[in-house]
């Protein structure tokens, strides 16, 4: 079994930040790319920003600049640093692992979400 623990959201006013974490735990041999989608309230889930093992980036336009990506390893871990946040941010996050399990079958992982709130 395999599982992805989120933590972090909150609600926060605008030009806030706020650091959203995802660890992985379970029956891990190696983690490829880990990421972060969002999705608002009647909207299709979008991807925020991925990051690769050798820690090649991704970034939605709307983040760039603002929402840095970073992963420790040794952790199995993956953070993203959310800076200067628009109310359009408001959105439940999800991270996402794209993981070999010592079975060696390579499978998506999903968190169970966190929510964002951005308001003043």
């Known amino acids: 079994q395999v599982q992805l623990v989120e933590s972090g959201g909150g609600s926060v006013q605008p030009g806030g930040s706020l650091r959203l974490s995802c660890a992985a735990s379970?029956?891990?041999?190696?983690?490829?790319?880990m990421g972060w989608y969002r999705q608002a309230p009647g909207k299709q889930r979008e991807l925020v920003a991925r990051i690769t093992s050798d820690g090649s980036t991704h970034y939605a336009d709307s983040v760039k600049g603002r929402f840095p990506i970073s992963r420790a390893n040794a952790k199995n871990t993956v953070y993203l640093q959310m800076n200067s946040l628009k109310p359009e941010d408001t959105a439940v996050y999800y991270c996402?692992?794209?993981?070999?399990?010592?079975?060696?079958?390579?499978?998506?992982?999903w968190g169970q979400g966190t929510q964002v709130t951005v308001s003043s």
């Open positions: 996402n692992a794209d993981i070999v399990t010592e079975r060696l079958r390579r499978e998506d992982y």
């Open positions: 379970g029956s891990i041999f190696s983690i490829n790319a």
